[in-house]
């Protein structure tokens, strides 16, 4: 099972943006699509976007769809959430996983530990 890292997490104020990157750590994605999802404290995780592993294919939750986008680069074996217009109410760790090709909304891996995404007011 691919492992996969997290990381450009932080703190910016609404308005501004910011850009994840979800690494595969050691292997490839192999031909799997990759998918981005966030967590508030107390609330259940939440599909963002997931991406194929061609990149031909991009899915976003309705709510979200105009203010982030996601891209891949297999050479560089990552995927990236391209955050902008950032809101408050999109604090929240985001993680990502390898998700299904038929449900591409349904993450298929363990969870690693995410990245802190803070949105002051």
């Known amino acids: 099972q691919v492992q996969l890292v997290e990381s450009g997490g932080g703190l910016v104020q609404a308005g501004g943006s910011l850009r994840l990157s979800c690494a595969a750590a050691?292997?490839?994605?192999?031909?799997?699509?990759v998918g981005w999802f966030r967590q508030v404290p107390g609330k259940e995780r939440e599909f963002v976007a997931s991406i194929s592993w061609s990149g031909a294919w991009k899915y976003y939750v309705d709510s979200l769809k105009d203010r982030f986008t996601i891209s891949k680069n297999n050479a560089e074996n990552t995927v990236y959430l391209q955050m902008n217009s950032l809101k408050p109410e999109d604090t929240a760790v985001y993680y990502c996983?390898?998700?299904?090709?038929?449900?591409?909304?349904?993450?298929?891996?363990?969870w690693g530990q995410g990245t802190q995404v803070t949105v002051s007011s």
């Open positions: 996983n390898v998700v299904s090709s038929i449900k591409p909304g349904t993450a298929l891996g363990s």
């Open positions: 050691g292997r490839t994605f192999s031909s799997s699509g």
